[in-house]
């Protein structure tokens, strides 16, 4: 019997990232004892965001107040990544790009058993790289690199394949009440925020021994939105 594990969470968000990263970290260490089903879910931080992104500076300026509390919470979530070799080239980064394109190429490559691999991709070329993840070229170069063809991901953003169902999952996670991400769902316990290996371990050993376990929300570093 399988552990299903979703996980609800942005690209542009750090602590999503973390969240992902120490995810992947305890599945592979338990790849050999468990069965894990695993699936990211929509959640767009800047639905409102243009196409074209938005100047990270002034965005996160006037979100935050100043410049300095946004370079402070950066500096925050650039530490805890270091433990586990997650990195932040946030100089690099210049804008905030709209995720739904990104969302959407991530429904894509779920449906073809390649969503962990884009994922992936999507979290490290934009903390690391400072890519416009907003922009189809470079979608399409993620998808290129995980085995999708670069001509069909370009025809499938420039089409709405896939659209309507991304957005149902967005509503759905309203529905649930997600207001913190990274969201985690394994086999039915719910909590938010990028938890500790040693937390998200316990967690999915129990959901795979059919236990119950009680995690408590809050104790990490996540957003709410």
Aim: a neutral charge.
């Amino acid at each position: 019997m399988s552990v299903l594990i979703n996980i609800t969470s942005d690209f542009t968000c750090p602590w999503c990232y973390i969240g992902t990263m120490r995810l992947l970290r305890v599945i592979d260490s338990l790849s050999t004892t468990c069965n894990i089903t695993l699936r990211w879910s929509p959640y767009e931080m800047n639905p409102a965001i243009t196409l074209a992104g938005e100047d990270r500076k002034i965005r996160r300026s006037l979100i935050f107040g100043s410049w300095r509390r946004a370079q402070e919470l950066d500096a925050s979530s650039l530490a805890a990544g270091l433990p586990d070799g997650v990195v932040f080239n946030y100089e690099k980064i210049l804008r905030i790009p709209n995720t739904f394109s990104a969302h959407r190429l991530s429904w894509l490559a779920c449906k073809e058993g390649r969503q962990r691999e884009i994922v992936s991709s999507l979290f490290r070329l934009y903390f690391v790289g400072g890519e416009d993840i907003g922009q189809s070229s470079v979608l399409a170069t993620i998808a290129e690199s995980a085995g999708i063809g670069r001509k069909r991901a370009l025809d499938f953003l420039a089409s709405d394949v896939g659209s309507n169902d991304v957005r149902r999952e967005e509503q759905d996670s309203g529905v649930q009440g997600i207001r913190g991400i990274p969201y985690f769902d394994i086999s039915g316990v719910t909590f938010s925020g990028a938890q500790s290996l040693e937390t998200l371990r316990h967690a999915v050993i129990t959901a795979n021994d059919m236990s119950g376990i009680y995690l408590t929300p809050g104790k990490s570093g996540g957003y709410i939105v």
